[in-house]
């Protein structure tokens, strides 16, 4: 076990000044006047101007400019967007709603993928099962910019069943049809792996094995073979978690939810530069420290994996 | 070992002086996208308590199949058991109510299987699959469960056993998982045991370690023994008859000496000229022509007939060879046995 | 059996079965010829197929489909109902929906092919080399699609697209293509790699590679027509997956831009107005949903046809 978490922090290091690397070297390298990009359309005071190079220690050799730069995002020092307002601040308000509206979309996904997986996976050919088929992939071909939009058209707005806009302090009501529409990114593909992941492990030796001393159906299945079950499961989850990243940006800004999607959203439209490579580190980092806890949480559940 | 043995709920009908184990006409078909597939069709042998019977037969012939019907936990669909008894003491266990039948599992009859590492759970201790027995069959606590399933691993000479319970199958070699699987098998006392190919997987060394043992333990228990095997050899030691399978039927069925010194089907005659033998050193080694049928197309008449030296027009026609009594306890399916003894 | 627990047949204990097809096959056929029996019958793939030829016909001859202008848009039309000659009416800038809605194809197509033949190449060269030298090329390349895979793909997208926006004053078919086609190719570079380290140690690879082969004329004799099924497959849904990525550049306003026509850019557009008028929302959105699910099913069939162990 402890190799196996000393190899993966090691492997999380490597992406995670890969990953960082690579953003802020997108950002900032090789333009021909980086402010000027970092500021967009905008004309720029010469104020503006000295208080992005003295921020960005433009005037510094690039790979000290990506030191400073880490060394804010290490401790804290997001940057202040061209409006003024500091990121950090920014995320303080950002992060609840969006974690609050992904906790919701996480767990109806997973609860409806496991369950209907499972159901699937043991009646493999029946009508249940083809239904699901074709269910997951009509979803799994929505676009979330045709899905979110058509969503609040219906459910919202036509039908009137939630509020179409979330507004400053959503709800747990206001939040749920975004929550769908994002969840729906992942219980397609949730639900596939549980399918299979079931139906393969119902063949198994094993089962066979439970059957033999005597267990009940119910049993064998919800422990035996849903434990085995759940184990690619599981990893689906890391992969997820960028998946709802990026469908949350769409999400939030067509439902008006106030979080980290609609800032980053709002940010990318007014080509506010330093609020863009903020967020997007931030969440970059959050996206690899998940992928981190979802691989130990992965040795937890399979004890082949913990013993390598 | 000498606790109340909770037998829970006595069976209907149940008759101590009824054969331990007995199976009548057993018929098992699966049926697939692609027709038909006659596995099993008229499986019959009995088995006293202390007693071990070897089913003795080549892949595909339906010996799993049949282990797996008596042990009721035949895939289905697509297997299905269409005709046929199968008879603990006298209580045809096809007949009862599944809730009745799940207790006879793993409480009377168990089964050890051929790949332990894949018929062990690999995401669970071998201690909680061990424990999970008496809890859910005997409604023990944890920390009994536990207690037991220790001086099973001890029973078993599973050495450090106190040790070993919380470690997962794939932490213990062959012979030891194999001797885990021995463990859960015996764990609730059965009266009879269903070996299926129990040593296959393992090293010829270690599969003598693992015979040994389940004798031993046999004796100990006085259990019946069912032994599903391919491998004439490991037969000769322990088995006291033999039943021999082909295409999903018996074909004799006989006490191990006399079917080494005289068997009485040609499929029998054949398989044991097959083995090699010291004596038979610079010989050509006999081999049977021919492949076994595909399940989905059994010949007509008797199923051997294609590959058989005695088959003559009779053999091709149905109906197919009825059980003939050879002797006192030992049959064969063969119009001719008389000239397959004689020789 | 009243327990039931269903699956499959072919579980350790159970019979032999008469291989599938035994009967029909009277004359040896490849792999590809036996795909392509199965596909034939297969009625998803006609379905899938006929709509990609359609979506295909519209992105190059839109003419065909409408004789409208798309650029043809007159505000006092704002929002007019749908009519005979506009049969989905008019958007808020009083544009024909139904004729952007086709003119709008070709951006999503060009896009997406573009950007999946550079994701094809890019994944190709890597899946082949990192497969075929192993060692330690392997190795660091195998760490570089780590680092890539761990950045989100719509945040690597939208600070890649961003990136080449600002070097550029088209209307953004270029930058986007590129920022898709270095993004996508991971998952085709590991199918590439994993199916080059299958085949390398086939009989006959090594046995060519005795008489003396090298690495060239291996990879294109030997190898390449082996992977190459599943390659083209893991494209054909990539293609799906990048026309629903450039949907959603546009639609934030870093894809397309300027006066292109784009799915995105009209859903977008539409979001605003939605309570007034939803036609300009829905067509787009039908057609663009149409399209994804047009590739990806079929490249679902064409693997099921290619590997019928994965349905």
């Known amino acids: 076990m402890f190799r196996y978490i000393v190899r993966r922090l090691l492997q999380m290091v490597l992406t995670f000044f890969g990953a960082t690397f690579f953003v802020y070297a997108l950002m900032f390298a090789n333009q021909d006047d980086p402010i000027q990009a970092l500021a967009g359309e905008r004309p720029i005071t010469e104020s503006v101007r000295q208080a992005l190079t003295e921020r960005y220690h433009l005037d510094d050799p690039f790979l000290l400019q990506y030191w400073y730069y880490m060394k804010g995002m290490l401790t804290g020092d997001f940057g202040t967007s061209l409006t003024g307002r500091k990121i950090s601040d920014m995320m303080e308000v950002a992060w609840p709603v969006t974690i609050k509206l992904g906790l919701i979309a996480i767990v109806i996904a997973a609860a409806v993928a496991v369950t209907s997986g499972v159901i699937a996976g043991i009646r493999r050919g029946s009508i249940f099962d083809n239904v699901t088929l074709v269910i997951t992939l009509i979803i799994l071909s929505l676009p979330i910019v045709v899905l979110a939009p058509l969503a609040q058209l219906i459910f919202g707005i036509k039908l009137g069943w939630f509020p179409p806009t979330a507004g400053a302090t959503p709800t747990f009501w206001a939040l749920l049809l975004p929550a769908l529409v994002l969840g729906s990114l992942v219980i397609a593909t949730e639900l596939r792996v549980t399918r299979s992941s079931v139906a393969e492990n119902l063949r198994s030796d094993y089962v066979r094995t439970a059957r033999a001393k005597g267990l009940s159906r119910k049993r064998v299945i919800g422990v035996h073979v849903l434990r085995n079950s759940l184990i690619p499961v599981v990893t689906l989850i890391g992969v997820d978690i960028g998946g709802l990243m990026s469908g949350a940006i769409v999400t939030e800004r067509i439902f008006n939810v106030p979080g980290v999607g609609f800032n980053l959203f709002r940010g990318i439209r007014t080509e506010d530069g330093p609020l863009v490579v903020g967020f997007v580190s931030i969440l970059v980092i959050v996206f690899l420290v998940v992928n981190l806890l979802v691989d130990l949480l992965y040795a937890a559940l399979d004890p082949r994996i913990r013993y390598e | 070992m000498t606790d109340i043995k909770a037998k829970i709920d006595v069976l209907p009908g149940l008759d101590p002086r009824a054969p331990l184990l007995e199976v009548n006409d057993l018929h098992v078909e699966f049926r697939t996208q692609y027709g038909i597939s006659r596995a099993v069709n008229g499986a019959n042998f009995t088995l006293a308590p202390g007693e071990t019977l070897a089913i003795l037969g080549e892949s595909g012939c339906g010996k799993s199949v049949t282990a797996q019907a008596i042990m009721g936990i035949l895939d289905s669909p697509p297997g299905f058991i269409t005709k046929g008894e199968v008879k603990y003491r006298g209580v045809d266990l096809l007949k009862l109510p599944e809730k009745e039948r799940r207790k006879v599992r793993a409480n009377q009859i168990a089964m050890i299987f051929q790949d332990a590492l894949s018929a062990l759970n690999p995401v669970f201790t071998v201690g909680y699959q061990l424990a999970e027995l008496f809890r859910v069959h005997r409604g023990m606590s944890r920390g009994d469960a536990k207690k037991r399933s220790i001086e099973l691993l001890d029973q078993v000479k599973i050495p450090a056993a106190r040790a070993r319970i919380g470690d997962y199958p794939h932490q213990f070699s062959g012979g030891m998982r194999q001797r885990v699987m021995i463990a859960m098998a015996l764990a609730l006392d059965p009266e009879v045991l269903i070996a299926d190919e129990p040593t296959t997987a393992l090293d010829v060394t270690v599969q003598a370690q693992i015979m040994g043992l389940l004798a031993e333990l046999q004796q100990q228990r006085n259990m019946g023994l069912i032994l599903i095997t391919h491998d004439m050899g490991v037969v000769a030691d322990v088995a006291d008859r033999i039943s021999v399978m082909y295409a999903g039927k018996v074909v004799e069925e006989a006490g191990v000496y006399d079917i080494y010194a005289r068997p009485a089907h040609p499929y029998a005659k054949a398989l044991l000229e097959s083995i090699p033998r010291l004596d038979m050193k610079g010989q050509q080694l006999n081999v049977i022509k021919g492949l076994p049928p595909a399940l989905t197309a059994i010949p007509q008449g008797c199923a051997f007939n294609p590959r058989c030296a005695y088959a003559q027009d009779v053999c091709r026609q149905d109906p197919a060879p009825p059980s003939y009594i050879v002797a006192p306890g030992r049959t064969s399916r063969c119009h001719f046995w008389r000239d397959v003894v004689g020789e | ?311």
């Open chain 3, 1 to 311: 059996m009243s327990e039931s627990i269903t699956a499959a047949a072919g579980p350790s204990g159970a019979p032999m079965m008469e291989p599938k097809h035994a009967d029909k096959r009277d004359k040896p056929r490849s792999l590809a010829g036996d795909a392509w029996v199965d596909l034939r019958r297969n009625k998803i793939f006609w379905f899938a197929a006929t709509l990609v030829v359609l979506i295909l016909a519209m992105a190059v001859f839109p003419k065909l489909f409408t004789s409208a202008d798309p650029r043809d848009c007159i505000l006092a039309r704002q929002h007019g109902g749908a009519s005979g000659s506009a049969l989905f009416g008019y958007d808020f800038q009083g544009c024909d929906v139904y004729a952007r809605t086709i003119y709008g194809a070709r951006a999503s197509i060009e896009v997406g092919v573009l950007a999946t033949l550079l994701s094809g190449i890019i994944g190709l060269l890597f899946g082949l080399a990192t497969g075929y030298f192993g060692g330690w090329i392997d190795a660091v390349l195998s760490r570089f699609i780590d680092i890539i895979l761990g950045i989100p793909f719509l945040l690597a997208a939208i600070v890649l697209a961003k990136r080449f926006s600002s070097d550029s004053n088209s209307n953004g078919v270029v930058a986007v293509t590129i920022t898709l086609g270095i993004l996508g190719w991971t998952t085709a570079a590991r199918i590439m790699r994993s199916s080059v380290i299958s085949a390398k140690n086939q009989d006959y690879v090594a046995a060519a590679r005795m008489l003396g082969a090298g690495p060239g004329r291996l990879m294109l004799r030997h190898i390449l027509p082996n992977s190459i099924a599943s390659f083209i497959v893991v494209l054909t849904i990539l293609l799906g997956a990048n026309i629903a990525s450039e949907a959603t550049l546009s639609f934030l306003g870093i894809g397309l831009k300027g006066d292109a026509i784009s799915w995105g850019i009209a859903i977008s557009d539409a979001g605003s107005y939605v309570r007034v008028a939803p036609a300009p929302l829905i067509w787009p959105s039908v057609f663009l949903a149409a399209t994804v699910l047009a590739f990806i099913m079929l490249g679902d069939a064409v693997r099921d046809a290619f590997d019928p162990k994965l349905r």
